[in-house]
């Protein structure tokens, strides 16, 4: 598992709502208890609301995620081209990256879109014509 899938992970294990040690979290996902409170530190630097408390544990007491977003039929389409290219690059960690962001935005997509209405055709994020 690499760095970023464990703290994916813990992310994951700390939505529960339940308080975590760090002993557990350690045996949980194979490593030291130092390397959970490395990557507590990290996860807390991105923003992501954790609290811990000294001998207690972890928990993540609010949601985390992106805000619901409307995308026009051709931000999706400039969106799809930009992860393809992005899934193309010789950094593995940028390809591994995006083709785990297309899967996600791949899956919360319905299966057939509406066909667009002609009072939709123009329309931006902001509903701006243009």
Known sequence: MTRDERLQQIIAILRDGKMHRASDLAERLGV???TIWR???EISAYGVPVEGERGVGY???RA???P?????REELAA???LLDLAEAMEDPRLAGGAASLAAKIRAALP????EPSAEDAGEGLAGDRG
């Open 79 to 81: 969106l799809d081209h």
């Open 39 to 41: 990557d507590m530190a």
């Open 64 to 66: 985390v995620g992106l």
């Open 59 to 61: 928990i993540l007491r």
């Open 111 to 114: 299966s057939a879109p509406p």
């Open 68 to 72: 619901p977003l409307v995308l026009t």
């Open 32 to 34: 030291s208890v130092r």
